[in-house]
């Protein structure tokens, strides 16, 4: 954690000078001794302190300074910090000024120059201040905050990013955070902003970034550090996760390239609690942060956010292209790209994408969604989880399911549980059928289809959960799948297809020897977290005997 700062004001060089030496003396091992010339130069100091998330403990200014006095920087600046103490310097002649300023300034203390002896005549004084905004003193918030305007499609995909990514960020709502005002005007951005604008825990603005301009400044690795590696996984779900784990605990050289987050669409999820060996459950986002660490303890190489557009063959080595244009060759590839949410095709849905229409995204917007009503489009498993977990902010809870319950789709225990949440309504038969509103989302025009009956309910809140659509138009005609595009493995791959080696195709492989499968992106695979677990754990046994005779 960074230094408080005490920031002392004076436009005479020498005594500016000689109050540094004094304070650093004394406090330089607690705190940071910033020095500012003139009372403009601090309140930009000021102002850069805050966008950086540092702390002020103490001001320590002269009053009589040209353009701008003391007691007027300080009527400024303790808007930006009004916790900071707050002490004036003043020559004799300026002491009723310093008096008059223990009203309009909140001035906690003056003092006569010259302070010398320090040890009587300064020091004891700022003991006391310092000791008591120690003791109430919270200390700012580290991470990336983001600005924005809460039906911003571009806020909602870079808060979900980060969140995903597990980056810590606090979200400043420009319409209801007043908070977010001072911080624009900090930030010089002023008039009509240009949002949503990113703040880095230095102090970095980022203007409508790109996920990929902010992924390189908040740490992610987007570029292989070599050419080659023994295995490579695409897709960093919890049976690309497996697969890495085990593959670099065995001493493969092993990169794991993911286009989103690490956790997959499981690591979305807001409550697991059926994975075997956590009794009270455990959050996605929670199983992805272990699986990440774990991963990284073996020197796994995580690629995020970056994409696979390609795979080519050239003798024993199976290259990826790369959505920056680079490429990585191995010898092993495992495909584990996992399933995307189907989107729903009705009218006017494209519009609100991201402006109150998520597929998904529970874990991101459920804090904005307190006291309001929510609409949850799905009824399996995850549309179960993400009821629960907004049960917790929303006032009233409706998923509208298409069949005439939850039984045929989603855990007993899910349903029990939503049964016994009083905030929670199924409406069954119930489907949407039209999204209506402006520049964001107002009503949902919904069908009960066992009755015929329509109805358009107020909404700005809709959350889909529906369907599985694998992530496998990018493969090309290399590697055979099924006609919905799940990727065909093992006694699957069609009996006519040509295989060259002496061997038998092995359970996982596909039609290309090397090249593997797991997860739900693969064909006749049981969508559950632990089967994904299992199947990239069991894979890593298949790319051994593969190497063998490569």
């Known amino acids: ?60 200014v002269d009053q009589r300074m040209p353009q701008m006095s003391g007691v007027e920087f300080l009527e400024q600046a303790s808007d ?54 120690q003791a109430n003193f919270k200390p700012e918030f580290q991470g990336v905050k983001v600005i924005s305007d809460r039906w911003s499609p571009q806020s909602h995909n870079i808060r979900d990013f980060l969140a995903r990514n597990q980056i810590p960020y606090r979200w400043l709502d420009i319409e209801t955070n007043p908070e977010a005002q001072k911080f624009l005007q900090y930030a010089g951005e002023k008039g009509n902003p240009c949002l949503p604008l990113v703040i880095l825990p230095d102090g970095t603005k980022l203007v409508k970034p790109s996920i990929t301009d902010i992924a390189g400044k908040v740490g992610l690795q987007t570029e292989a550090e070599k050419p080659f590696y023994d295995l490579a996984i695409i897709g960093g779900g919890p049976a690309g996760l497996a697969a890495a784990v085990y593959g670099a605990s065995e001493g493969l050289r092993t990169v794991m390239i993911e286009k989103e987050a690490p956790g997959g669409q499981a690591g979305t999820s807001s409550r697991i609690e059926n994975y075997l060996g956590f009794p009270v459950g455990l959050s996605g986002s929670d199983l992805a942060r272990r699986g ?42 495992i495909l584990a790209m996992g399933v995307a949410w189907r989107r729903l095709d009705v009218k006017g849905i494209d519009k609100f994408t991201g402006a109150g229409v998520y597929y998904g995204a529970a874990q991101t917007e459920a804090a904005a969604c307190q006291n309001e009503e929510v609409y949850i489009v799905g009824g399996a498993n995850s549309a179960g989880q993400a009821a629960m977990y907004f049960s917790k902010y929303a006032s009233k809870v409706r998923m509208l399911v298409r069949g005439e319950s939850l039984t045929k789709s989603m855990s007993q225990y899910l349903i029990d549980q939503i049964a016994g949440t009083p905030n929670i309504e199924v409406l069954p038969f119930h489907s949407v059928v039209e999204v209506k509103g402006s520049d964001k989302l107002e009503e949902i025009v919904v069908k009960d289809s066992q009755t015929g009956e329509v109805k358009t309910l107020a909404a700005s809140s809709l959350f889909i959960f529906i369907g599985a659509t694998p992530s496998t138009e990018w493969l090309g005609d290399l590697i055979q799948q099924d006609d919905r595009g799940f990727v065909k493995t093992g006694l699957d791959i069609e009996k006519t297809t040509p295989w060259q080696l002496q061997r038998d195709r092995f359970l996982l492989e596909t039609n290309i020897s090397g090249i593997f499968a797991v997860g739900d992106v693969r064909h006749g695979s049981v969508k559950r977290v632990a089967s994904g677990v299992g199947e990239g754990s069991i894979c890593v046994q298949f790319v051994h005997q593969h190497l063998a005779n490569v």
């Not at 990440?292 to 557009?309: D, H, M, N, W, Y």
């Open 292 to 333: 990440v660490t774990q991963a990284k303890r073996f020197g796994v190489e995580i690629l995020t956010p970056l994409e696979a557009t390609g795979i080519r063959i050239e003798n024993n080595y199976r290259i990826i292209t790369l959505s920056n244009g680079s490429e990585i060759s191995c010898h092993a590839l």
């Open 1 to 60: 954690m960074l230094k408080p700062v005490i920031l002392t004001v004076d436009d005479d060089p020498a005594v500016l000078q000689a109050v540094a030496r004094d304070l650093r003396q004394q406090y330089g091992d607690r705190f940071r001794i910033v020095r500012a010339d003139s009372g403009t130069s601090a309140l930009d100091t000021t102002q850069q302190l805050k966008l950086r998330n540092e702390a002020i403990a103490l001001f320590l």
């Open 80 to 133: 930006i910090f009004p916790e900071a103490k707050r002490v004036l310097l003043t020559a004799y002649a300026d002491t009723n000024a310093a008096i008059a300023a223990i009203n309009t300034a909140r001035l906690d203390y003056y003092l006569l120059k010259p302070w010398d002896p320090p040890q009587e005549k300064l020091y004891p004084a700022l003991d006391d201040l310092l000791n008591d905004w």
